[in-house]
């Protein structure tokens, strides 16, 4: 399985679209992950003419974004359990929020 790990695409705020590199490597998904900041939902929208997309919002995501996801996410894929969270917040690092967000839960990587 060919999965596209993203984030922070802050689109179009800072560039017009997603990379070439990006948009290459997206045509072969198989499924592609979004760790928020995605900062217009045309982005979710788009990345969905590639493959199944899963993604949460981040810190700068708007109300219709937020609406569509949440702020952390489990998914399975063959058998691993991916925990997906932007990992912003107040205090420690953006690394140790992610992993408190998971604490408690059954999760192979973050």
Not at 39 to 54: F, G, N, P
Not at 91 to 103: L, N, S, V, Y
Request: positive net charge; aromatic residues 6%.
């Amino acid at each position: 399985m060919n999965i596209v790990v993203i984030s922070d695409t802050h689109l179009p705020k800072r560039k017009k679209g997603l990379p070439t590199r990006l948009l290459e490597q997206l045509k072969d998904a198989d499924l592609i992950i979004h760790a928020g900041d995605w900062t217009t939902i045309d982005v979710y929208k788009a990345l969905q003419s590639y493959a199944r997309v899963e993604g949460v919002y981040g810190n700068v995501d708007g109300q219709e974004i937020i609406e569509l996801l949440s702020f952390k996410k489990i998914v399975e894929v063959c058998g691993i359990k991916i925990g997906i969270t932007h990992g912003h917040g107040k205090g420690k690092t953006t690394e140790k929020r992610a992993i408190e967000a998971f604490k408690g839960e059954k999760v192979d990587c973050i």
